[in-house]
């Protein structure tokens, strides 16, 4: 998005705010500084790049962005286990991209780009019937390159945008939220032209519901915490959408400590960059302030997400759900593998989950 100067009023918060580092208003204000005047600076080192700041700036300066910039020049820290999973996205030999499903005319086309079997099952049923459903490589945003310290690339943007438009796409409904914010937001601050409308998940199931109020067969009266991915920071309207779906389908959305701009990711950059003892401290915070908050669900809109949080939740006495699969229990239909695939231990899945805890540094995808 990029940082804006004439913005920036030097007034701390951002780094003030930060979970992940020591600044008072007086010492985050003289890092911005500091950071503008390519001076060596600590918070290059502590970032996990969760976009925080650019959440509670309260002037739209984007501070992230800055650090990203300086991170860039420095070099961040991460496993090569992590930069080859980020690499995979976009991968074609991997995630071969395809039609999976021609949909009906006039209808938006829904874009799964890697992450179609990552939670099994969840895009069935009435939501998705309708809809061209494209998948692949060829139309991931790449927006986690953020998590290795990278911006992404806008000769790549511009590749991707074309492949998508290519599709015939009009209006494209992303599960993936860093490829919505990829092509919805960072695309158009790079001057790109996206010939087609984005609509993020969040956005689509609301809009859906509200015009088809009688397909709601069952109000689900669960008391419901919110986990956001990081890359909504960048779009953090997606709170009202989420807030919106869960009032329509009997769900109240509990009160937190860790919600809206104050949220904590689900820390799977900060596992490969500081390991998993250091990402498992917020992670515990995150649950137990679910927890305390009287939910007995967990949402998650984001599969990683889900997988980082779903047996913890359970264990902590919260029904891991994702919201697409929460929303289809409200439409009456069955889930195969329940609200959150508990128990997929398919040899992907667990590669996977063993790169975002920092369990193996390395790996030959060829093994799994």
């Known amino acids: 998005m990029g940082f804006n100067l004439a913005k920036c009023n030097f007034c701390g918060d951002c780094l003030d705010q930060c979970p992940h580092s020591d600044f008072t208003k007086e010492t985050a204000a003289e890092e911005i500084r500091k950071l503008i005047n390519n001076e060596p600076t600590k918070i290059t080192k502590e970032c996990i790049t969760c976009l925080k700041c650019n959440d509670i700036c309260p002037t739209g300066a984007n501070p992230f962005d800055l650090i990203l910039w300086r991170i860039e020049q420095e070099g961040f820290q991460t496993t090569e286990a992590f930069r080859k999973l980020v690499a995979l996205q976009e991968d074609e030999n991997v995630f071969p991209s395809q039609v999976l499903h021609e949909g009906k005319p006039g209808m938006p086309t829904l874009c799964t780009c890697c992450f179609t079997g990552f939670i099994p099952n969840l895009f069935e049923g009435q939501l998705f019937e309708d809809m061209k459903h494209i998948e692949g490589g060829a139309y991931e945003g790449q927006l986690a390159l953020n998590h290795m310290g990278e911006r992404v690339p806008k000769e790549f943007l511009q590749k991707q945008v074309d492949n998508i438009a290519a599709t015939g796409a009009k209006e494209v409904v992303f599960f993936h939220d860093d490829c919505y914010e990829a092509f919805g937001v960072v695309a158009l601050e790079n001057e790109i032209d996206v010939p087609f409308k984005c609509i993020p998940m969040s956005e689509y199931i609301r809009n859906y519901l509200k015009a088809h109020p009688e397909k709601i067969k069952k109000k689900l009266n669960r008391k419901v915490a919110v986990q956001m991915c990081c890359s909504q920071r960048l779009s953090p309207w997606q709170n009202d959408y989420v807030s919106e ?124």
């Not at 799977?268 to 305390?292: M, T």
């Not at 007995?296 to 919260?318: E, Q």
């Not at 891991?320 to 239909?333: C, K, Q």
């Open 245 to 368: 779906i869960l009032e329509m389908i009997g769900c109240e959305r509990m009160k937190r400590t860790y919600d809206y701009e104050n949220q904590l990711c689900c820390q799977c950059a900060a596992a490969p960059s500081k390991g998993n003892d250091y990402a498992e401290v917020y992670r515990d915070k995150n649950i137990e302030d679910a927890q305390q908050s009287g939910a007995d669900t967990m949402v998650f809109s984001c599969a990683i997400c889900c997988w980082i949080f779903r047996y913890k939740a359970k264990a902590a006495g919260m029904e891991p759900y994702m919201l697409i699969n929460l929303v289809r229990e409200s439409l009456g239909e069955e889930l195969p593998v329940g609200g959150a695939a508990l128990g997929d231990d398919r040899p992907i899945v667990q590669l996977g989950e063993k790169i975002i805890t920092k369990a193996v540094d390395d790996f030959d995808l060829n093994a799994h």
